[in-house]
């Protein structure tokens, strides 16, 4: 029987396409083995929002080359939609992008029968939502749901319009569907992603909106939490928030990208917010949620960026109080407006910002955790922690931190009672005895 072994980077919708080419591989016959294992096929689905992206891809390709020579490697995602010339490599016997992934055993089979190295890789400009599918989400207990796809915002350090194409939303209909195929699996949680979350529906003449969504996800009787993935902060609105505190499966976890918190730097960035707008955001969040987990991404080092501006950015900061954050250097993206601009950083100087962010955000993230002390949270058990001791187990409370606590089972829903802070983590006591929900 022959073997398959992925590799994913970047995203939540990368997890997704990454599982549903999975599924289409075991369909085929094919048995799921470790990347690190000799396999027939290794699939690699890259990343290429930063440089640090697409070197970490081309490490896993070689990787893979490395490990079985004679195996037939495919290269899916952004990076193999940016640059495919670049992936035909020796061994390289598909190279897929952001579209066709449905295909991909067939495409292989055809590449392996002629003896060529496939490039299948599509224009995007009328592409439209591919129509994959997942049932299960492999080790997990909260399975992604993908149900957008193409950004056209356009941000002038962007390249994912370029690699994702244009907004495309999934129909209502299949968006309740996979959540009740994912419910009867067992998953106990969803979490609803997309490369633009905001844009859901938009090119669907106006009819529907992101909160329909959700609600379609909210139905089935065994989700029993729905997770969003980014929103951008114009999304929080007070009729926005009104709808969603009715739907008690929504998880108080809210990650809101940021970028900056100088104005001048996000009107560089091509963002449509600004500084006030997003505090705002943050702001109704916690009057809708009360110690809701507020998450975000910053970038340091953007063309221009001048030290004034880098403060005003660790005021915003501050005063957003997140509960965790993404800091990253600005990495130049070859194709975009900002690669051009003036006044570029210092490689050296962004990289150093973007360590007193981290540090800052550190700060920050222990603080809330020390809010969540004495408080009793649902926990959703993900996996035994059998190096802490026996009957150990962790999960995620519905702000998404993590929580080691004694005699949990994966799957379960426990009540804790949140003690410590251990690292980012936090240490909790089973409260009630029964578990609120195993499947």
């Known amino acids: 029987m022959q073997t398959v072994a992925f590799y994913t980077l970047g995203c939540k919708v990368n997890q997704y396409d990454s599982q549903a080419m999975l599924e289409a591989f075991l369909a085929a016959g094919y048995t799921h083995i470790a990347f690190d294992r000799p396999a027939d096929v290794y699939v ?9 992206g697409d070197k970490k891809s081309m490490q896993a390709v070689r990787r893979a080359l490395r490990t079985n020579p004679q195996a037939a490697v495919v290269v899916a995602g952004c990076l193999a939609q940016r640059a495919p010339r670049d ?11 952001t579209q066709r992934r449905a295909e991909v055993v067939s495409l292989l089979r055809r590449a392996l029968d002629e003896g060529v190295s496939l490039v299948a890789v599509q224009e995007l ?26 950004c056209d ?4 350090y962007c390249i994912i319009p370029q690699v ?9 209909a299949d968006v309740g569907a996979e959540a009740d195929r994912l419910a009867a699996a067992g998953f106990a949680e969803l979490v609803l992603t997309g490369i633009h979350l905001n844009s859901y529906g938009r090119e669907m003449d106006g009819t529907i909106s992101l909160i329909d969504a959700i609600q379609v996800a909210h139905v089935p009787q065994g989700v029993r939490r729905i997770r969003l993935g980014s929103l951008e902060p114009r999304a929080i609105t007070p009729a926005f928030l009104e709808t969603l505190r009715d739907l008690p499966k ?17 009107a560089r960035m091509g963002r449509r917010y600004t500084a006030a ?54 990495s130049e993206r070859a194709g975009t407006p900002a690669a051009t601009m003036p006044n570029p950083v210092p490689k050296a100087q962004r990289e150093e910002r973007a360590r007193e962010l981290i540090a800052q955000g550190r700060r920050l993230q222990r603080a809330y955790l020390q809010g969540l002390l004495g408080v009793t949270r649902e926990v959703l058990i ?58």
């Open 44 to 52: 690699v689905n890259t990343c290429t929002v930063t440089g640090t």
């Open 87 to 97: 992936l035909q490599l020796p061994g390289v016997r598909l190279v897929l992008g």
């Open 125 to 150: 400009d009328a592409a439209p939502f591919e129509p994959l599918a997942i049932t299960a989400h492999e080790g997990r207990t909260r399975a992604v749901l993908k149900i957008q796809e193409g």
């Open 153 to 156: 915002q356009r941000c002038t």
């Open 164 to 172: 994702r194409g244009p907004v495309r939303s999934r129909p209502l």
């Open 250 to 266: 929504v998880c108080p976890h809210f990650h809101l990208s940021l970028q900056s918190g100088s104005d001048g730097v996000l």
């Open 277 to 330: 707008t997003f505090l705002r955001a943050c702001g109704m969040l916690r009057q809708a949620f009360p110690q809701a987990a507020i998450t975000t991404d910053v970038m340091t080092g953007f063309p221009g960026e001048t030290e004034e501006e880098f403060a005003q950015t660790q005021r915003v900061v501050e005063e957003a109080a997140f509960a965790r954050m993404h800091v990253f250097p600005y």
């Open 382 to 439: 993900e996996e035994l922690v059998p190096e802490r001791g026996e009957g150990w187990a962790a999960g995620y409370t519905p702000e998404y931190v993590r929580v080691l606590l004694p005699g949990g089972q994966p799957g379960v829903l426990q009540q804790a009672q949140l003690t410590a802070i251990e690292g980012d983590e936090l240490v909790g006591e089973p409260v009630g005895g029964a578990a609120l929900f195993a499947p």
